[in-house]
């Protein structure tokens, strides 16, 4: 060490050190010129991006790359100057007019071909239909759920103490109005209890009206201090029923859900929060600047400790959408959605993803009638009351259009069509099945269903609110639990095994 200090001191050592690293640098230039220069533009460019990838592809962690993923996946890319830039986990250059045939022929086709459609079944068919795939959904649910899990096994899970923690682009979101007070502060409560007063995100408040001095008093002050809070209004034209929309057919239509006892639909702020909530609410100003949102609802429990960064390990594991229970939606709500959906991919087929959750969207045996129903969609979603989404996905290409084809085509008002369909549809659609999470160990509740881990003996990770693997407290409500297909169809056995 000593001697090398003596040489750059001395100023010719120096000189001679600086004029070789010089002369590197001009022929690297130069390299790169010239090689550049012989290729077409196109070509060029297109070899910068093959680099660029098989880069990222090193740097990935392993879990975030499934084996069974037949498409090229390209990760967000990140940046402190452009949060919101949209890059990549989606390709749509597929044109491989094999691989396109091949998701029509599937997207058109049940999982189950062998099944005969709901009406032409005789009640005996019926009933021996939904016991057999009841029990055979069931073992398998119940099966799964009764593993004892802590949290993720990853390379990688930011603690409170790191110096990452907290440090994600994400916020969390409640859409309330002054009337869910006192049902949202419990809530709130728990979120702090069990994850947020260790890693300290920020809440914005979403109102179609104001919010009064008491209510933005109150959720300041039951706050650490210091916690960033915001809240803020939904403009009309992005909130209230849209001119184009005949209101006295909108009447007769909902005259004629409200007989087949669909929920809500005489309720006109649910269509509105409906549509919001699908193509409207990650254009507010107050979220512009996230990358990531937990959706927070009145009236909902956590039950279990999450001792590391939620969002950090979406953002490091490459996720984009995570949730905790996956349900049948009620299919006299959306009798056309899939309809105007297969108009839309048709038109647009390359924002189709090979590696779709397609088998989930085409389940037909566990709800026949649905399947039938809603025209050829088993009706499964994710409940968005919980949600953990990546904001570019739903600014992306293929969903933005999509939901611009939805709009125009007036199904948020003439029928009910949900958030939670129009989400989990897209997702399904146009997303790798991989880069979305059920978040297993967050033990969730919102009534009548719940997501209750089995945690390991002597844990006192759980406040032991909820039983383990109950769904619900009503044997008659099993049936609307679509995590089995989710379990058996769509999950990668890497995936199972990721807890």
């Not at 390209?74 to 452009?82: A, G, T």
């Not at 009798?335 to 397609?358: C, I, Q, R, S």
Request: aromatic share 14%; net charge negative.
């Amino acid at each position: 060490m000593i001697p090398l200090l003596h040489f750059f001191r001395r100023s010719t050592n120096l000189l001679i050190i600086l004029f070789i690293i010089s002369m590197m640098l001009i022929v690297i230039i130069l390299h790169l010129f010239f090689s550049s220069s012989l290729q077409e533009p196109s070509t060029y460019f297109e070899n910068v991006k093959t680099q660029y990838d098989n880069v990222w592809k090193n740097l990935l962690p392993s879990s975030s790359l499934s084996s069974s993923s037949n498409t090229s996946i390209i990760p967000f890319e990140e940046s402190e100057e452009s949060p919101n830039s949209q890059a990549a986990l989606w390709d749509y250059s597929n044109d491989d007019q094999d691989k396109i045939e091949d998701i029509f022929q599937r997207l058109s086709t049940p999982l189950y071909p062998e099944i005969p459609s709901y009406s032409s079944m005789n009640m005996t068919y019926r009933k021996q239909l939904e016991k057999d795939t009841l029990a055979k959904n069931g073992k398998i649910y119940n099966d799964f759920m009764s593993t004892p899990i802590i949290e993720p096994k990853v390379d990688y899970l930011i603690r409170p103490d790191d110096e990452l923690a907290g440090s994600a682009n994400a916020t969390i979101l409640s859409l309330v109005t002054n009337n869910d007070l006192k049902e949202l502060l419990p809530s709130i409560q728990q979120l702090e209890e069990k994850f947020n007063k260790k890693f300290g995100y920020p809440y914005v408040f979403l109102n179609d009206g104001e919010f009064s001095e008491e209510f933005k008093d109150t959720i300041i002050n039951m706050l650490p201090n210091g916690r960033v809070v915001k809240f803020g209004q939904i403009e009309k034209e992005d909130w209230d029923m849209p001119d184009t929309i005949d209101r006295e057919r909108y009447k007769i239509e909902c005259e004629k859900m409200d007989k087949l006892k669909v929920s809500y639909v005489k309720k006109e702020s649910y269509h509105n929060m409906c549509r919001f909530y699908s193509r409207k609410f990650y254009h507010h100003p107050l979220l512009q600047e996230y990358k990531y949102t937990w959706r927070l609802e009145p009236g909902t429990s956590l039950y279990c400790d999450v001792d590391y960064d939620v969002f950090k390990f979406m953002e490091m594991e490459n996720k984009v959408y995570g949730y905790v229970l996956n349900l049948y939606d009620g299919a006299n709500s959306i009798p056309t959605l899939w309809e105007t959906t297969m108009e839309f991919v048709k038109k647009n087929p390359n924002y189709l993803n090979p590696n779709g959750a397609f088998d989930w969207l085409k389940e037909n045996a566990q709800k026949p009638e649905n399947f039938e129903t809603a025209k050829g969609y088993s009706t499964c979603h994710f409940w968005t009351n919980f949600e953990i989404t990546n904001l570019d996905f739903l600014r992306s290409e293929a969903y933005e259009k999509y939901m611009d084809h939805l709009e125009n085509s007036n199904g948020f008002y003439y029928e009910r069509w949900g958030d939670a369909p129009v989400r989990s549809i897209a997702l399904a659609l146009f997303l790798d099945k991989s880069r979305i999470h059920w978040f297993r160990d967050i033990a969730y509740n919102h009534n009548p269903y719940t997501n209750c881990p089995k945690c390991p003996e002597g844990s006192m990770r759980c406040d032991g609110r909820c039983k383990p693997g109950l769904f619900t407290m009503w044997k008659d409500l099993n049936i609307e639990n679509c995590q089995a297909t989710w379990i058996d169809k769509i999950m990668s056995d890497e995936e199972k095994n990721l807890y």
